[in-house]
């Protein structure tokens, strides 16, 4: 009987990808504030209007994306919606008293807004280290902090422009980000393109370099295929891992993955080299199960 591998407690994610849901929901609450941004809405029926899409759409869809991506592992994004979430609530509050009459304070909004300055410009960092459209993304919410704060201090009117732009840029990002993890995939091909590099590189972690054991089992899963069982000479194995090899010896993986079960070697006795090499069904199982995922559908 073919035995399932466990290769490991590899994390599973609860919930899809959330991160769409919360991006369209700030993209929907930055279209109901940008008429107020652009001084339209003004009435008591416009300020009600937009403080019922924030509440809505800026903290709940935000506020349940972040829930799912912690759930799901996903410290940064998860972080990032379930904290501005909140700040949507607040958003509709304001808007809702200012509907009422009643101003929100602004020496606690400025204060708030400097903490917030400070909390989006070090996750604005932390970002550039994953995408460089991730990074403009977190950069203009900061840009807009920045335009606020200085709104606050020197009562500039000049800086309702700025602001209201970049309210409309911040919904065009987060909609652009959105629709490519939601149509690139269907699509199976990049639609809307995501930049690859990231803004930043981070120091690589030492890892192991499977590269070599990869090459070697699907070299002799092709002559599987070919030959079934008859062996391979170990001489014509190295020309077939070619490059991968990278000056070092064969010999030691190959008698580990014999150690292991997943080949049979011939030859190595009393000093001698090994003369040539194949799968074991234990192997071949291996291999089908990580690298073709023969168990993922």
């Given at each position: 009987?073919i035995?399932?591998l466990?290769?490991?407690?590899?994390?599973?994610?609860?919930?899809?990808?959330?991160t769409?849901l919360?991006?369209?929901?700030l993209?929907?609450?930055c279209?109901?504030?940008?008429?107020?941004?652009f001084g339209?809405?003004l009435d008591?029926?416009?300020l009600?209007?937009a403080?019922?899409?924030?509440?809505?759409?800026?903290a709940?869809?935000?506020?349940?994306a972040g829930l799912m991506?912690l759930?799901?592992?996903?410290l940064?994004?998860?972080t990032?919606?379930?904290?501005?979430s909140?700040n949507?609530?607040?958003?509709w509050w304001?808007l809702d008293a200012?509907s009422g009459?009643?101003?929100p304070?602004?020496?606690?909004?400025?204060s708030?807004?400097?903490?917030?300055?400070v909390?989006?410009a070090?996750m604005t960092y932390?970002f550039?280290?994953?995408s460089?459209?991730?990074?403009?993304?977190?950069l203009d919410i900061?840009?807009?902090f920045?335009?606020?704060i200085?709104k606050e201090?020197?009562?500039?009117?000049?800086?309702n422009l700025?602001?209201a732009?970049l309210?409309?840029l911040?919904a065009?990002i987060?909609?652009?980000?959105?629709?490519?993890?939601?149509?690139?995939?269907?699509?199976n091909?990049?639609i809307?393109?995501?930049?690859?590099?990231?803004m930043?590189?981070a120091?690589?972690?030492?890892t192991?370099?499977?590269?070599l054991r990869?090459?070697?089992?699907?070299a002799?899963y092709?002559w599987?295929?070919?030959r079934a069982?008859?062996t391979?000479?170990?001489d014509?194995l190295r020309?077939?891992?070619?490059?991968k090899?990278?000056g070092?010896r064969?010999e030691?993986d190959?008698h580990y993955?014999a150690e292991?079960?997943?080949?049979?070697?011939?030859g190595?006795?009393e000093?001698k080299p090994?003369?040539?090499?194949r799968l074991?069904a234990?192997g071949?199982d291996?291999?089908?199960?990580?690298i073709?995922?023969?168990?993922a559908?």
């Amino acid at each position: 009987m073919i035995k399932k591998l466990d290769l490991g407690p590899a994390h599973k994610e609860v919930f899809a990808a959330a991160t769409p849901l919360g991006l369209i929901g700030l993209a929907i609450g930055c279209a109901a504030l940008t008429p107020i941004a652009f001084g339209k809405g003004l009435d008591v029926a416009g300020l009600k209007t937009a403080a019922m899409y924030c509440l809505l759409f800026g903290a709940g869809g935000q506020l349940i994306a972040g829930l799912m991506e912690l759930t799901n592992k996903n410290l940064y994004g998860g972080t990032l919606f379930t904290a501005f979430s909140f700040n949507w609530v607040m958003n509709w509050w304001a808007l809702d008293a200012l509907s009422g009459g009643t101003t929100p304070s602004s020496a606690i909004v400025l204060s708030v807004d400097v903490a917030f300055l400070v909390i989006f410009a070090v996750m604005t960092y932390g970002f550039g280290f994953y995408s460089k459209l991730l990074f403009l993304f977190l950069l203009d919410i900061d840009l807009m902090f920045v335009c606020r704060i200085l709104k606050e201090v020197t009562h500039a009117a000049a800086l309702n422009l700025p602001i209201a732009i970049l309210t409309v840029l911040l919904a065009l990002i987060a909609l652009y980000i959105a629709f490519a993890m939601l149509i690139n995939p269907t699509a199976n091909r990049a639609i809307f393109k995501m930049p690859a590099a990231p803004m930043f590189r981070a120091t690589p972690k030492a890892t192991f370099d499977f590269s070599l054991r990869r090459a070697v089992f699907e070299a002799l899963y092709d002559w599987w295929r070919d030959r079934a069982f008859e062996t391979l000479e170990v001489d014509k194995l190295r020309e077939k891992v070619g490059a991968k090899l990278e000056g070092r010896r064969l010999e030691p993986d190959l008698h580990y993955l014999a150690e292991l079960g997943a080949v049979a070697i011939e030859g190595p006795s009393e000093g001698k080299p090994i003369r040539s090499v194949r799968l074991t069904a234990a192997g071949i199982d291996f291999y089908e199960q990580t690298i073709l995922q023969k168990y993922a559908g």
